[in-house]
């Protein structure tokens, strides 16, 4: 069933060349190189504790909710939790509802989404919205009106393979992926055209037997391989290359799928824990980065790829920087994917002792100390497998030169066990304690880094885990959440707390902003995370008590 709402004639102004306009927020990541940076400054550091809310929108689920809205002329788009249950367009000014587009998701279908019903938003072009869904579909709406266009079948749902983050266009394409790496699917990333839906090309990450580089999995373990592409992709126009990080290997104990050791030998398990680049016309895979080979800890590579132009030996290069699961921060040249530079960016890093810059790969810790393998237990492995940063998007402010990172501060044990598959099942061979602490009286934060002295220039820290995404401004400002609720306001030159607001539940959203005839506001969604804390022990049953659940959009400006 879809629910339209009165049609709204929406000023839908905003072409791919205007990606990089200051005062907009046309895509998920704020750009197609997902810097989440405004030039925006009206509202700086000076005034932000002047920030009132300006309106609210209550999004029709509680639960979950990890959309950040893009805005389109004087609309704002954003989903809910929960397939999503509800996209709706919205006037960017008052809050008030253009049209709601409710599409029917299959009950029950919770049990197929690994980590929870999310749903992180929307794109547009050429007056269509795209969004993806936990039923595995890919749709386009009209943008004026909400009606549905098409809808396409990606993947079969029922095997644990379902969408939750929105797509990246590129000409007439809507490339996707989906997720599924704890369930054993076979991860992919397609591509569908924006005006019909019919499937263009179709890029699998994991070999089976006879492909090229199906020699890196133990005998036909790729059919079940996982090396899903579930987060957000990034686009270089300019070298024509989209870009996709990959999910954990299926199952997570390693001797299904190779040496079961730190010798990893040939079985590094393409591509999963990777960055893929591929030509989006084609779907061919130009060049790829392991970050993670043969992975026995989880350390899921699908991290946001962020763009920014640095100087690599005395010359401006166009890189992406990602921070990873596995605690290391990577600087990679993003027309051919030579390391840059890779250093541990969280506090604790003992599963490593560094990242080998002739080979790429992570130097483990002696005699598989830190490596878990069938009835070999690795105890205190730092970071966990939620890693030194999780899904929550980063920022990178081209003003100050510093990418501010949601980080996570806990470790634990992990002893792999037989692993059978069933379909539409956990694939994991794991058993596993997460609730464990990192040194330190803290649990989480957000940290300013340097991504060219690849060093710390300072660290807010706050005493639960789960920091929401972050959003910096040409004002000076960084604004992100937490699972408390608090959405906060730092000072982006030295972390201090400028300003705060309790939105009554737990934000892991990323905050945008947007400037509408002359007035900029702020927008963040809140609503806790219920899947995660589950598998946190101790800790997890913290990030409960820490805030209700919820389910809303608020929306900040100046008096």
Not at 15 to 27: F, Y
Request: proline share 5%; with cysteine.
């Amino acid at each position: 069933m879809k629910r339209f709402l009165k049609p709204a004639v929406i000023g839908l102004t905003i072409g791919l060349a205007s990606i990089a306009h200051a005062q907009n927020w046309p895509v998920y990541g704020g750009d197609s190189g997902n810097t989440r940076f405004s030039a925006s400054t009206q509202i700086n550091t000076g005034n932000v504790k002047k920030l009132n809310m300006a309106w609210a929108l209550q999004l029709g689920t509680l639960r979950s909710q990890e959309s950040t809205p893009i805005l389109v002329g004087d609309t704002l788009f954003v989903t809910s939790s929960f397939g999503p249950k509800n996209l709706f367009a919205v006037n960017a000014k008052t809050g008030e509802v253009r049209w709601r587009y409710s599409p029917e998701v299959p009950k029950g279908i919770d049990q197929f989404a690994c980590c929870d019903v999310n749903n992180r938003g929307v794109a547009y072009n050429d007056g269509k919205i795209f969004v993806g869904r936990l039923d595995a579909h890919v749709a386009a709406v009209d943008a004026k009106t909400g009606k549905e266009l098409w809808a396409t079948k990606v993947v079969d749902y029922t095997q644990g393979a379902v969408i939750t983050s929105p797509p990246t266009l590129v000409k007439n394409l809507v490339i996707t992926g989906f997720g599924g790496g704890e369930y054993g699917v076979r991860g992919a990333i397609v591509a569908l055209d924006q005006n019909t839906g019919k499937e263009v090309w179709r890029t699998h990450t994991v070999p089976l037997p006879g492909e090229k580089n199906s020699e890196t999995w133990k005998g036909d373990t790729g059919k079940f391989g996982g090396g899903a592409a579930w987060f957000i992709g990034s686009y270089d126009p300019k070298l024509n290359l989209v870009y996709y990080g990959t999910s954990n290997p299926s199952p997570w104990s390693a001797s299904v799928r190779g040496n079961d050791s730190s010798d990893v030998g040939q079985f590094t398990n393409l591509y999963s824990a990777s960055v893929v680049a591929l030509n989006p016309e084609t779907g061919n895979i130009v060049w790829h980065y392991q970050f993670t080979p043969h992975d026995a800890w989880d350390y899921d590579g699908v991290n946001e790829l962020v763009f920014a132009d640095l100087p690599v030996a005395g010359k401006k290069t166009p890189v992406l920087m990602t921070a990873n699961r596995n605690g290391f921060f990577y600087v990679l040249d993003r027309a051919n994917g030579k390391l840059v530079s890779a250093k541990q960016f969280v506090d604790g890093v003992n599963w490593a002792t560094g990242i080998d810059m002739k080979t790429g790969a992570p130097i483990e810790a002696a005699g598989n100390v830190k490596r878990p393998g069938f009835n070999r237990k690795a105890s205190d492995i730092c970071p966990n497998l939620l890693g030194g940063k999780n899904w929550q998007p980063m920022s990178y402010d081209v003003k100050t030169g510093l990418v501010y990172i949601p980080t996570l501060n806990m470790c634990m044990d992990m002893e792999g066990i037989k692993a059978d598959y069933k379909r539409g099942s956990f694939y994991l061979g794991v058993n596993f304690d997460l609730g464990k602490s990192g040194k330190g009286d803290y649990l989480g934060g957000v940290k300013a880094w340097d991504p060219v002295a690849q060093k710390t220039v300072w660290f807010n820290k706050d005493p639960l885990p789960w920091t929401g995404g972050v959003l910096s401004t040409g004002g000076g400002v960084v604004f992100h959440g937490d699972i408390t609720g608090w959405f906060k306001a730092l000072d982006a030159k030295t972390g201090k707390t400028l300003w705060k607001f309790n939105t009554g539940s737990g934000i892991s959203a990323a905050p945008m902003t947007y400037t509408l005839d002359g007035k900029q506001y702020v927008a963040v969604v809140s609503g806790r995370t219920l899947s995660i804390p589950a598998f946190a022990g101790g800790i997890g049953e913290k990030m409960i008590d820490a805030s209700p659940e919820g389910g809303a959009l608020y929306v900040f400006s100046l008096n």
